[in-house]
């Protein structure tokens, strides 16, 4: 009888959602599960690092790997599964993009760990211990991993072969990449798994966005009454849908909230952050720069909004200083 | 066919020479940068000019990507407002470099290094005075050297990258 | 064509690209080391032949580029030289003739934006080299594009029949062409018509305007459409269809003779109406002309007044009496389309609405009128067949003329209306001879710019005419003395002399501004042209092109554009169908090919793109949700590309791929 393909599935800096929505396959795990032999899977089987260095190169047909690479521990493990995996697919926003974890690129390393171990409300740490990489104790040496200086994506540590987007990628796309997968049917490599057009394409309020948007003001969600029928850019809300791959058939304009953008941007973006930012200010009103100032102060955090997702992945990939 | 002998003991700048890209509008400050070759007046030579035919077409991903690759700054020139070509393309251009300006502030990019500047096609001293003052301003900031910083920042993945893969000559090979 | 791949061979699949440095004589090669470019660039990925010669635009510089690309096999071509504003054009050329597409070719400034303006031979030779490779960068991006051409309809709409739209219509249909005059109101002539005399000669308006209109009306090339107006605009250069609506006159035009013997017949005994054309001041019957040299001689029926119309129990001697049997009771609007491969406008101004200015009571006291009213009153046709009299038929013994009205003013419009000082030094001239009156000029300055205005200006001065500098800050009735009962009385400060003076006076006339027309939006909106800040027409560029527009085929002439007197307004309408005979003569038109286009299958139907051009040139389909862009109206600046937040916008010439590789290119060490 064959074998049946190896897949592995692991978790770098995340949320844990990206595996709920393996979960949330609900019967159709059954049916992954049947067809698969899962080799690792630290939030829900016991297999250990160890078991996968025993593996052949080459063994595991494909590995999932979610979330963001921080630590010297999550790019080791990428790393490895890279050796041990036919195929990776960067699964989920964290991994493609750097994700939520990739806003810390806006702060230095030393000034994220001042503030953790040293300056944060309630903290108490009179002596200002920090994690060390390296100690010994009762005899025995002990590790932690490393904290690196930057949030990376997986692509910027180790080669991919799809992508798999959002946070978290839906049950739907994700079925659909592993039926690919299980069929050979696959893209060419490099490929992110999702349609290649921006999400209004499958937005139900398309139709009422009017073709002359002109913004006179940005507001936040909490500041209007949201009319659940209408586009959400028209009711002066920053949605970046125009901005964001499809492919969640816009989950969260139907919950009535604009789209924060991480789908990431289609194949003919290099920057998301920057091309939404072409786009959306393009069109308001003011001519001169004091009214356009009062406009842009709408948006009191450019970066947190327009680079929710995408920080690791913005051209200048970290705050430089 | 080349007639002209190498001159090479010059003069050699000493110390840094900011590279600086400019993205020049075809009908307005392009023609002021002609216009003042024209006069033979003399200006600093660190600007690449990059033409467009409108400053409108300036995408805030082409400043951005011109950092990454090595610019100490980016200059884009366009019409006066009210006199742009086409109407009303150096409007957009203000619009979005406003917000593009505020975010390269929050990123860490100094204030000087990157500028919008107005120039009309009778402008070409202006040109010669933006270009200088940018220049000296771009200079006295120092060099930006996004791709050494990224080399730099990258260092510390390279040990792993070097155990992890270096037992098979194949995936060394691949991670690179 | 021959074995590519052995030749691809050389440059690792790239395409084969050739490039050229120019010495410009000492121009260039005096600053940069062209030989040491020449060698850079030949070691460069890609390029098959590199060289450097003394002139290349010569013929012998062309020449080796057509035998290199024929020789070599040459996919693309970069030529460092001057600047591409120079020379472009000759290099395309030079490609096409060797048959290469024109558009795989690059130029690179070395010469204005290099060798002109730097002083270090390293450091000039360094940027050469820098922008060279950028250039061999981008053109690997470059795809062929042909030039589209589109013949040019030879007919010429012109919107507007006053002055403007008459001499741009006379000239053009001169000139062989069939021209299409649309003129709202149911005569030409338009502001013209109504005044009385023409300053600085003082002729007589309809003296030397009525000639031109017979004219109009006579030519076998113009199609004379009065009482109608462009009701739709399709198309593009050289190709516009233009729905234009005919409103009912309810009298038959062709069979009219203007003898006007159903007015005498009318049931209304005497004219009762508020006539339009003398400002209000005069009354016309229901079935009336608008004044007697209307073009076309043909009366009009208005049915808010016409008692068949409102009661359906009329008599009608106005159509007993008439043996052409013209009248038509049943006549509906039309719609006509036409095709025309220019379109004027000449659609002048409106009249500054004095009401706007509580201050000087138009509108409140009966003794205040506005310049254009005057100038029906002095007229010798007009409604008191030239007696400069008051509403209640006294004579005025003193007349206030107030300069700037709605005009050079911080709260209503800020322009000078450019007419105003030299037509209120008119009336001044006219009243005072009409009327013996004292008349009193309160101005700001006196602009008299033009030919013989100055003497003009001097000769008034002689006449007796006062001049206060001041803004009048009042026309009141409230009467401080004896000498002021029961006139009006307008405050001002003399700036001259120093102190604030009540000059009673019996007649206040307002030197009225010229704005834009009430409709100049919607107008402005239907021909696809912009309005300047003022709301008037936007030309292309004040100095070099006042009549044309942002769209190419569509031209305007006259007060529509800014204000401006008679004289200017006739060199204005002549520039115009100068402009038009241009278009029209070449027979078709060459569209530059760096247009943007919607990948369709990319379009996720955002519409971001759909409001940001000026030219319209983007439109939304309903049907399959996507935008749309028409190549033919799109002026290749490339604002929708960047906009586009998909990436799902081309621009020929300046994609993306292309812009990105000169980045790299220019950087890349």
């Not at chain 1, 393909?5 to 049947?34: H, M, N, Q, R, T």
């Not at chain 1, 997986?154 to 659909?176: F, H, N, R, S, W």
């Not at chain 3, 560029?541 to 527009?549: D, G, I, R």
């Not at chain 3, 529509?560 to 038009?580: H, L, N, S, Y």
Request: with cysteine; aromatic share 8%.
């Amino acid at each position: 009888m064959p074998d049946k393909p190896k897949v592995a599935f692991y978790w770098c800096a995340s949320c844990g959602g990206c595996e709920e929505a393996v979960v949330d396959l609900a019967e159709d795990i059954l049916k992954v599960v049947e067809a698969v032999d899962i080799v690792m899977w630290p939030v829900a089987m016991d297999f250990k690092k160890s078991d996968v260095e025993a593996r052949p190169d080459g063994s595991i047909a494909a590995s999932f790997i979610n979330g963001a690479v921080r630590t010297s521990e999550q790019e080791e493990m990428a790393r490895l599964l890279r050796r041990k995996s036919q195929i990776v697919v960067s699964f989920g926003a964290c991994a493609n993009l750097g994700g939520i974890p990739a806003l810390a690129n806006q702060f230095q390393k030393e000034d994220i760990l001042k503030y953790v171990y040293e300056d944060c409300p309630g903290v108490q740490n009179p002596d200002k211990t920090r994690p060390q990489t390296e100690t010994r104790h009762e005899g025995r040496a002990l590790s932690l991993p490393e904290f690196r200086g930057m949030v990376r994506s997986l692509d910027q540590v180790i080669e991919v072969e799809y992508y798999l987007p959002g946070c978290p990628p839906t049950p739907k796309i994700i079925m659909a990449a592993v039926v690919a997968l299980l069929t050979g049917k696959l893209p060419p490599k490099g490929t992110v798994l999702s349609p290649d057009v921006a999400l209004c394409e499958e937005c139900p309020r398309k139709d009422s966005k009017p073709a002359d948007l002109a913004l006179a003001e940005f507001k936040r969600p909490h500041q209007v009454l949201i009319d659940p029928e209408k586009c959400l850019l028209a009711q002066s809300l920053v949605c970046m849908g125009p901005a964001t791959r499809a492919g969640c058939e816009a989950l969260c304009p139907k919950g009535n909230m604009p789209c924060t953008g991480c789908f990431g941007p289609t194949s003919r973006v290099k920057d998301q952050g920057a091309k939404f930012v072409s786009s959306v200010f393009s069109n308001i009103v003011p001519k001169d720069e004091a009214g356009i100032d009062a406009v842009l102060d709408g948006i009191p955090d450019p970066i947190g909004t327009f680079y929710r997702y995408g920080l690791s992945k913005c051209l200048l990939r970290r705050k430089l200083n | 066919m080349s007639q002209h002998q190498s001159q090479k003991a010059q003069s050699a700048p000493a110390g840094f020479e900011p590279r600086i890209v400019a993205f020049f509008c075809n009908w307005c400050t392009y023609t002021a940068a002609d216009l003042a070759g024209v006069s033979r007046l003399k200006y600093a030579p660190n600007v690449r000019v990059i033409r467009v035919m409108c400053s409108g077409r300036v995408d805030p991903q082409f400043v951005l990507d011109a950092f990454a690759r090595g610019a100490d700054g980016v200059l884009l020139g366009g019409c006066h407002p009210g006199d742009c070509h086409y109407a009303e393309g150096n409007y957009k251009t203000l619009r979005r470099m406003r917000m593009l300006g505020r975010m390269l502030r929050d990123m860490g990019v100094a204030d000087g290094r990157f500028r919008l500047e107005w120039i009309s096609g009778a402008e070409g001293d202006k040109v010669k005075a933006v270009v200088n003052d940018m220049t000296a301003k771009v200079r006295a900031l120092g060099p930006l050297d996004l791709p050494g910083k990224f080399r730099e920042w990258d260092q510390e993945t390279a040990e792993l990258e070097r155990q992890v893969h270096s037992q098979d000559p194949k995936e060394v090979a691949r991670a690179r | 064509m021959t074995d590519i791949k052995e030749r691809r061979n050389d440059t690792d699949g790239l395409p084969r690209i050739g490039f050229y440095i120019c010495h410009c004589g000492t121009n260039i090669a005096g600053m940069i080391d062209v030989a040491e470019v020449r060698e850079y660039v030949a070691a460069l990925p890609g390029v098959a032949v590199s060289r450097d010669y003394k002139y290349m635009c010569s013929d012998p510089g062309q020449e080796l580029i057509g035998a290199d690309i024929k020789e070599h096999k040459l996919e693309r071509l970069v030529v460092a030289a001057c600047s591409p504003n120079l020379h472009e054009e000759t290099f395309r050329k030079a490609a096409a003739r060797a048959g290469l597409n024109p558009f795989y070719f690059q130029m690179v400034n070395i010469r204005e934006h290099v060798s002109w303006v730097h002083e270090d031979k390293i450091s000039a030779t360094e940027k050469a080299k820098d922008l060279a490779r950028a250039a061999v960068y981008r053109v690997r991006f470059h795809k062929p594009l042909d030039k589209q051409s589109v013949p040019v309809d030879p007919n010429v709409l012109v919107v507007g029949g006053g002055i403007a739209g008459i001499h741009a219509a006379l000239t053009l249909a001169n000139a062989g062409k069939k021209v299409t005059l649309v003129e709202r109101e149911a005569t030409i002539g338009g502001h013209m018509a109504m005044f009385d005399k023409t300053f600085p000669t003082l002729d007589c308006a309809a003296c030397i305007l009525t000639p031109k209109m017979s004219a109009v009306k006579s030519h076998p090339n113009i199609t004379l459409w009065t009482y109608s107006e462009v009701a739709k605009v399709d198309g593009y250069v050289g190709n516009y269809k233009v729905t234009v609506k005919r409103k009912p006159r309810y009298v038959k035009e062709d069979l009219c003779v203007g003898c006007m013997e159903c007015i005498e017949a009318c049931v209304f005994k005497e004219p009762k109406f508020a006539d339009w054309f003398n400002q209000g001041l005069g009354k016309r019957k229901p079935v009336y002309i608008d004044f007697p040299q209307a073009t076309p001689k043909v009366v009009l029926i208005d049915p808010e007044t016409c008692i068949q119309f409102k009661t359906g129990k009329c008599k009608k001697s106005c159509a007993e009496v008439c043996d052409r049997k013209a009248f038509d009771f049943n006549q509906k609007e039309e719609f006509k389309d036409i095709r025309v491969g220019a379109i004027i406008l000449a659609t002048g101004f409106k009249v500054y609405d004095a009401k706007r200015d509580p201050h000087y009571g138009y509108g409140r006291y009966p003794g205040v009128y506005t310049a254009l009213e005057i100038e029906r009153l002095v007229n010798a046709s007009g409604p008191t067949s030239g007696e400069v009299v008051l509403r209640d038929g006294r004579r005025p013994r003193a007349v206030g003329i107030i300069h700037c009205v709605g005009s050079r003013d911080e709260k209503t419009n800020k322009w000078c209306s450019r007419v105003c000082c030299m037509y209120s030094l008119k009336l001044a001239h006219l009243i005072k001879e009409h009327s013996g009156a004292e008349v009193y000029n309160f101005y700001i300055d006196v602009r008299a710019p033009g030919k013989a205005y100055e003497e003009f200006y001097d000769k008034l001065l002689s006449e007796g005419v006062h001049f206060i500098r001041g803004r009048v800050a009042e026309v009141t009735d409230w009467n401080m003395t004896p000498e002021e009962e029961g006139r009006l009385v307008l405050r001002v400060e003399d700036t001259l002399a120093g102190f604030v003076r009540r000059i009673p006076v019996d007649m206040v006339v307002l030197a009225t501004g010229l704005e834009p027309r009430a409709d100049a939006q919607e107008v402005r909106r239907l021909f696809n042209i912009g309005c300047g800040n003022e709301g008037f027409f936007q030309e292309r560029h004040p100095k070099l092109a006042p009549v044309n527009t942002f769209t190419d085929g569509i031209f305007i002439a006259g007060a529509c554009q800014a204000p401006k007197d008679i004289p200017d307004t006739v060199a204005q309408a002549g520039a115009a169908a100068a402009e038009a005979l241009a278009l029209i003569d070449a027979g078709h038109v060459e569209l530059e090919p760096n247009t943007a286009h919607v990948v369709e299958e990319e379009c996720c139907g955002c519409k971001s793109c759909v409001p940001l051009c000026p030219y319209s040139a983007i439109t939304f389909d309903e049907a399959k949700k996507k935008a749309v862009i028409n190549e033919v109206l799109c002026k290749g600046c490339g604002v929708c590309v960047a906009a586009c937040p998909s990436g799902s916008i081309r621009q020929n010439l300046f994609e993306d791929a292309e812009i990105f590789s000169e980045i790299e290119g220019v950087l890349a060490k």
